[in-house]
C-alpha cells in the first residue's frame, strides 16, 4: 500500500514521535510511505532530520502553519489537495488538530479511497474558551463524516469523542501510542550517571519532570505542588527536562519561591537521551492539564519510576492508582503534594510500583505493537 501520514509540525513531541515510529515501521514492513509536515520552527526541538533519514519520502509544506490563519488555512488546503493528487496515495492518514483538520478535508478534495485520523489528544478541551472548543468540535464532527477510521491513543479519546457526537463509536478504535521500549530498561549505571550530572546525592529523592516549558504543561500547577512537598520533605530534589517559551517565567518564580537551588534545569535534550535522565529519578510528576496519553509516564514506568499525575484523559490508563503510581483529582495540589511526600518517605512502595508500571507498559506501548494494529486497519479499510 502507499500511505501518506500529515503532520502540522515535526517538534520533539509525543504525536510526532508517534508518527516517525509508524512511518518506520511500516516502510520496513515494504509499504511505500510519505510523511508531509509544515514547518518546525520553535524552542521545543526538531525531528525533521529524523524523518529525512527514515527512508521514506518526507514533503515539507511552507503553507502548513501551526498558527489559524484563515488566508494560510485555505492554501494549504489546496496545496494538501494537490500533493495527494499527484502522490495518489490509497490512505491518508492524518496526525494533530490542524494537519487532521485540513489534510482530510484536502484528502476528500482529492479523492483519496480511504482516510485515517489518528486522536492524540482532543482539539478541544478543558484549557480552551467555550467559543474555541465549540468551533473545534464542530470542525472535529464535520471532519470525521470524511473520515473512514479514526486511531485514537487512549480509551479516553474514543468516549469524550462519542460524548461530544464527533461519530458512532464503531468509527474509532484504541491504538496505544507506540515507545521504542527496548530503549528503555533501568540499570543502575544510567542512575549514578544522571544523579552525579545533577550533583545529587544517594540520599536525596529526584522527583522528575519531562514536558515542554509551555502553558497547559502544568507548570502553574507544579511550582506550588514542588513548594508545597519541599517545605515537608527535605530530601527532595527537582529535575525539569525540557524547554519551551515560559522558561524565564518559570525560573523567575522558582527563584521567588526559593526553590533555584533544589531544582535542575536540563534543558532540551534528543529523544535518546531521555531513558537515562528517567533512571536518575525516583518518582515522576505529571501535571499537565490536557492530555492523550501521557507518553513521559509511559517511559518512567518502563524505567520503573512511578509516576504521581492527575487523574484526567488517559492518564488513568496508565497511572493505576495504587499500583503503577498515584493519581490524583485535577488540580488538587494538597492531594499531589501530599502523595509526592508519601511516595518520596517509602523506598520499598516506589520499588513496588515501579516494577508493575514497567510489567503494566512493557508490551502494551511497543511500537512494533502499534504498526501491527495500524497496519492491519489498513488492511481492512483498503478496497477489494
Request: charged share 25%.
Amino acid at each position: 500500500m502507499h500511505i501518506c501520514h500529515v503532520i502540522t509540525r515535526l517538534i520533539i513531541g509525543g504525536a510526532q514521535e508517534n508518527t516517525l515510529l509508524t512511518c518506520a515501521g511500516l516502510h520496513e514492513r515494504g509499504h511505500r510511505v510519505t510523511l508531509i509536515s509544515g514547518p518546525t520552527r520553535g524552542p521545543e526541538g526538531s525531528l525533521v532530520e529524523r524523518a529525512r533519514g527514515g527512508g521514506y519520502e518526507f514533503i515539507e509544506l511552507p503553507e502548513l502553519i501551526r498558527a489559524v490563519n484563515p488566508w494560510m488555512d485555505m492554501r494549504a488546503r489546496r496545496c494538501l489537495a494537490m500533493e495527494f493528487q499527484r502522490l495518489r496515495p490509497d490512505i491518508v492518514h492524518t496526525h494533530s488538530s490542524k494537519a487532521g483538520i485540513l489534510g482530510r478535508l484536502a484528502a476528500a478534495d482529492a479523492r483519496v479511497p480511504r482516510i485515517v485520523h489518528t486522536i492524540h489528544g482532543m482539539s478541544f478541551n478543558r484549557t480552551q474558551p467555550w467559543p474555541v472548543r465549540r468551533a473545534y468540535a464542530w470542525l472535529e464532527w464535520l471532519t470525521a463524516r470524511r473520515t473512514h477510521a479514526i486511531v485514537a491513543v487512549a480509551d479516553a479519546m474514543i468516549d469524550q469523542s462519542v460524548a461530544a457526537g464527533i461519530c458512532r463509536r464503531d468509527k474509532l478504535l484504541t491504538v496505544y501510542s507506540g515507545m521504542e521500549v527496548g530503549q528503555f530498561t533501568p540499570h543502575v549505571e544510567l542512575r549514578a550517571a544522571a544523579r552525579r550530572a545533577w550533583g545529587v546525592t544517594d540520599d536525596q529523592v529526584v522527583v522528575g519532570t519531562v514536558a515542554r516549558l509551555f502553558r497547559r504543561k502544568g507548570y502553574e500547577q507544579l511550582i506550588p505542588v514542588m513548594a508545597r512537598a519541599a517545605a515537608r520533605a527535605p530530601r527532595l530534589h527537582f529535575v525539569w527536562i525540557g524547554d519551551g517559551a515560559q522558561r524565564a517565567e518559570y525560573e523567575a518564580e522558582l527563584a521567588r519561591l526559593g526553590l533555584t537551588a533544589r531544582t535542575t534545569l536540563v534543558g532540551l535534550i534528543p529523544p535518546a537521551d531521555v531513558p537515562q535522565m528517567l533512571a536518575g529519578c525516583d518518582l515522576l510528576a505529571h501535571t499537565s492539564q490536557w492530555e492523550g496519553l501521557p507518553r513521559a509516564v509511559v517511559q518512567a514506568l518502563l524505567m520503573q519510576v512511578p509516576a504521581v499525575a492527575f487523574d484526567i484523559d488517559g492518564t488513568p490508563e496508565v497511572v493505576l492508582d495504587g499500583q503503577t503510581g498515584r493519581c490524583v483529582p485535577l488540580n488538587d495540589l494538597d492531594a499531589f503534594s501530599e502523595a509526592l511526600c508519601d511516595l518520596a518517605a517509602d523506598a520499598d512502595l516506589r520499588r513496588r510500583l515501579g516494577r508493575a508500571g514497567r510489567e503494566h507498559c512493557l508490551e502494551r506501548f511497543d511500537w512494533r505493537r502499534m504498526v501491527d494494529q495500524l497496519e492491519a486497519l489498513y488492511q481492512r479499510l483498503r478496497p477489494s
